[in-house]
């Protein structure tokens, strides 16, 4: 399969696989299946309540690219002066819409029925997203799964099932029904079968063990270490740590914290394999932070009632806009966003393929379906155990960062050693204390804003890749003491031996108050 070429919009992904192995460029980007597309139908949804038809829903969609809104939404990076500047709202609104086409599922090799390539390729394209179409709020919400599962990026594929083409030793999770549900297939033309690429569903699908898939959940695709077995043969290239400094940069440069000439010094193509295979599921190198502090996904489920967005808070979240706006800046505008002056990227294809944008009706209803995302029946019993567990969560005054009902009180901590400005307390609600936590993440990369978010505990169960970065990769690990000892070799992501530093609380508690508290824990 040495004639995959595979362009993909995670920009230091690009660059390299194109760059670097052209034989071999395939990049599993972990799209969503949509179990056979998603159609927008013009039929009313039926009350439950007896034969009438759902009243007709007049959204009230904001401008979502809106000059005054953008410097409102954003918090100062910790280097205030290297705040992001954007796109203005008239050249951002010159792009053109993207079309949103029906996908179709992607099947393990053993899985896939007999003839589907070539009945794909039969398929005429199908558009399924008209706002002109969407009656109900339910209507709304399910043409924003359509959003959610959409890509910037299609790559036609060869007719051979996907999972054929994994490198050995990786595998991909799938469903009961055999499907890989972190790619869909897109029919943009007749004839041309492309895999759907770097959706929202991309990072935000989970398969449970049971085979069921959770979306908006914190993902589990091991694309990290995929990407790494896949751009691994390529580092015998004369121009290897070259090509990869160059797509290292521009994802991950920051000037102001570590000069270009410095970065080039201690930077190979080696050592970017060896920190990528490092990241388990659930941690990714993110665009704004690095292959040396990567952030873990956060889930997007209940992500209605919190107030800042991204591990360093750097988002607020005020309003359906306010997310509105957090999409399109994830969609490529933080590349080519100026920080000073400092530009990763001049090129507007950043902001997607062939330089197009979501519409603002789309963005509203993405924003919709997000917000009715709900989590999968919790298995955890609330017993004995678990309720003398919440006894020991408020005793040990959990609850002061960890407030019920969200399990967070909505605000920042300072990472250490970030000193806050009179400025930021009058317009950011900060709590006065740092818990000590790594604070590289939050002082030393183009998404840091010198704190940290409170995040919510609710979900905690289902997910693993504790912490910023994901170090931790267990609440059993969270609380075992001998995590912040020199010399421990984290479970999770870890470039060395070294302590999980901070969030000390809880750690000299007995080892039977420590189970009864993570019983209760998984319980939320």
């Not at 927008?40 to 904001?62: E, M, N, Q, Y």
């Not at 997607?352 to 209803?365: P, V």
Request: proline share 8%.
């Amino acid at each position: 399969m040495n004639s995959i070429v595979l362009r993909w919009f995670k920009p230091v992904y690009l660059r390299l696989l194109l760059l670097l192995r052209p034989r071999v460029q395939l990049w599993i980007a972990l799209g969503a299946v949509t179990f056979g597309g998603l159609l927008v139908t013009l039929s009313l949804t039926k009350l439950s309540a007896g034969d009438r038809a759902a009243p007709v829903f007049h959204p009230d969609i904001p401008k979502a690219w809106d000059d005054h809104e953008i410097a409102a939404f954003q918090v100062p990076l910790a280097q205030q002066d290297r705040s992001p500047r954007y796109l203005t709202s008239k050249e951002y609104y010159a792009q053109q819409v993207r079309p949103i086409y029906r996908t179709y599922p992607v099947y393990a090799s053993e899985h896939e029925p007999a003839g589907y390539m070539e009945s794909l390729e039969q398929k005429e394209p199908e558009i399924v997203f008209d706002a002109s179409n969407l009656r109900t709020k339910e209507d709304w919400i399910r043409a924003g799964e359509a959003i959610f599962d959409a890509a910037p990026a299609p790559v036609k594929m060869p007719p051979v099932p996907i999972s054929a083409l994994l490198p050995p030793g990786v595998s991909m999770p799938t469903t009961r029904d055999g499907v890989i549900p972190y790619v869909t297939y897109v029919i943009r033309k007749k004839g041309v079968v492309e895999l759907n690429l770097f959706s929202c569903a991309t990072c935000h699908t989970r398969v449970l063990p049971d085979g069921s898939v959770v979306k908006g959940a914190q993902g589990n695709a091991p694309f990290e270490e995929l990407f790494a077995a896949l751009a691994k043969p390529a580092g015998a290239a004369s121009s290897a740590d070259a090509k990869a400094r160059d797509a290292e940069w521009l994802l991950a440069g920051a000037p102001w914290i570590m000069k270009r000439e410095q970065f080039d010094k201690q930077f190979s193509f080696q050592e970017l394999i060896h920190r990528h295979e490092a990241m388990q599921s659930g941690v990714v190198e993110r665009h704004g932070t690095s292959s040396a502090m990567p952030t873990k996904v956060p889930s997007l489920i209940d992500l209605q009632d919190i107030k800042y967005l991204d591990a360093t808070g750097l988002m607020r979240h005020r309003s359906v806009g306010d997310l509105m706006r957090y999409v399109i800046t994830n969609y490529g505008l933080d590349i080519i966003a100026h920080y000073g002056d400092f530009q990763p990227s001049k090129s507007q294809a950043a902001i997607g393929a062939d330089d197009t944008r979501f519409s603002d009706e789309q963005l509203y209803s993405l924003a919709l379906y997000i917000y009715s995302l709900q989590p999968p029946p919790n298995p955890n019993p609330v017993d004995d155990k678990a309720r003398r567990g919440e006894s020991l969560f408020k005793q040990l005054d959990c609850i002061r960062c960890h407030t019920p009902p969200l399990y967070t009180n909505n605000k920042l901590t300072p990472a250490s050693g970030f000193e806050v400005s009179e400025d930021l307390r009058k317009t950011q609600d900060i709590v006065d204390f740092s818990v000590g936590t790594d604070p590289a993440l939050a002082t030393e990369t183009r998404r840091g804003t010198g704190f940290y978010k409170v995040p919510s505990l609710r979900g905690v169960w289902l997910r693993n890749a504790l912490s910023h970065s994901g170090q931790a990769n267990s609440l059993e690990e969270w609380f075992d003491s001998a995590r912040v000892k020199d010399g421990y070799v984290p479970k999770g992501f870890h470039l060395r031996p070294g302590p999980i530093k901070g969030h000390e609380f809880g750690l000299n508690i007995s080892a039977a108050d420590k189970q009864a508290l993570i019983a209760f824990l998984r319980t939320l």
